[in-house]
């Protein structure tokens, strides 16, 4: 599987080609500069179309009727709120049992520990693709839900 550097080193690879066939096709310094204009246009249209494409699939997935589909996200969330607050009753009741609130945070702690990481990575990812989303949506004046 190909790595961020193999990607970067095969677009570094891309632009030096890009740039020997231009100093080839146009050897006064001018024309060679209005080609790299052209080219870098190009690549940022390209650029552009890429993105809205992704985006009107994220955007169609949102705009489902189907409300499993676009309230998976959020009831996640929820779920994971819900697991992180269970620890709040623990400070309260350390105060008054201290003993029994170790155990009890002690098995708390096996408990979280017992959900695998990559759980944790997709919380921290959906919330913040979320929090994003809404955010974008609430700049762009999106109705709301």
Same mark, same amino acid.
């Given at each position: 599987?190909?790595?961020? #550097?193999?990607?970067?080193? =095969? $677009?570094?690879? $891309? %632009? #030096?080609?890009?740039?020997?066939?231009?100093?080839?096709?146009?050897? #006064?310094?001018? /024309? !060679? +500069?209005?080609? &790299? $204009?052209?080219? *870098?246009?190009? &690549?940022?249209?390209?650029?552009?179309? @890429?993105? +809205?494409?992704?985006?009107?699939?994220?955007?169609? &997935?949102? @705009?489902?009727? /189907?409300?499993? %589909?676009? !309230? =998976? !996200?959020?009831?996640?969330?929820?779920?994971?709120?819900?697991?992180?607050?269970?620890?709040?009753?623990? +400070? $309260?009741?350390?105060?008054?049992?201290?003993?029994? +609130?170790? *155990?009890?945070?002690?098995?708390?702690?096996?408990?979280?520990?017992?959900?695998?990481?990559?759980?944790?990575?997709?919380?921290?990812?959906?919330?913040?693709?979320?929090?994003?989303? @809404? %955010?974008? &949506?609430?700049?762009?004046?999106?109705? @709301? *839900?």
């Amino acid at each position: 599987m190909l790595g961020i #550097d193999d990607a970067i080193g =095969a $677009v570094g690879k $891309v %632009t #030096d080609l890009i740039g020997k066939i231009a100093d080839k096709i146009w050897p #006064d310094p001018s /024309d !060679r +500069a209005k080609a &790299e $204009v052209l080219i *870098r246009s190009a &690549e940022v249209q390209a650029e552009i179309q @890429r993105t +809205a494409s992704e985006l009107s699939a994220i955007l169609a &997935e949102a @705009r489902s009727a /189907d409300p499993w %589909t676009s !309230r =998976a !996200r959020p009831a996640f969330l929820y779920v994971m709120y819900l697991v992180i607050l269970m620890a709040l009753p623990f +400070a $309260v009741l350390w105060a008054f049992y201290p003993g029994t +609130a170790d *155990r009890m945070a002690t098995g708390l702690q096996t408990w979280l520990a017992a959900i695998p990481e990559p759980m944790w990575w997709l919380f921290g990812a959906g919330y913040l693709g979320y929090t994003g989303g @809404r %955010t974008f &949506e609430k700049w762009r004046g999106a109705p @709301r *839900r």
